[in-house]
């Protein structure tokens, strides 16, 4: 069975730092565009960011820009920088497809989530 697996640390307070890594079984990541979601209670999953296969490149939401970055190597890392309450959710990674896109239909396979929270 393909599935994608979150780690990483998952507390943290305002202003703090936290990576989290996705790794895939069944399959190598390194062919696909792999992108990070996010759910809050309430609300819809909402794309983080992405970055591609080809050559790296990533796009990221506008909330997010230049505070979180994707990185890629034996795993896909999103690493996130000055964290505030409001980026508190679960965050899924998602994969399978050869283009990025923030999109969630645009992915049929996906990590379990993890809670990410922000709090004092």
């Known amino acids: 069975q393909v599935q994608s697996v979150e780690s990483g640390e998952n507390f943290v307070q305002p202003g703090g730092s936290l990576r989290l890594s996705c790794e895939a079984s069944?399959?190598?990541?390194?062919?696909?565009?792999v992108a990070w979601f996010r759910q809050a209670p309430g609300k819809k999953r909402e794309g983080v960011g992405c970055?591609?296969?080809?050559?790296s490149s990533t796009i990221y939401a506008d909330s997010v820009k230049g505070r979180f970055t994707i990185s890629r190597g034996a795993t896909v890392d999103l690493q996130m920088d000055s964290l505030n309450p409001e980026d508190t959710a679960v965050y899924y990674c998602?994969?399978?497809?050869?283009?990025?896109?923030?999109?969630?239909?645009?992915?049929?396979?996906w990590g379990q989530g993890i809670q990410v929270t922000v709090s004092s």
């Open positions: 970055i591609s296969s080809w050559d």
């Open positions: 069944g399959f190598g990541l390194r062919y696909f565009a």
């Open positions: 998602a994969t399978d497809q050869d283009f990025c896109s923030l999109f969630p239909a645009d992915y049929s396979t």
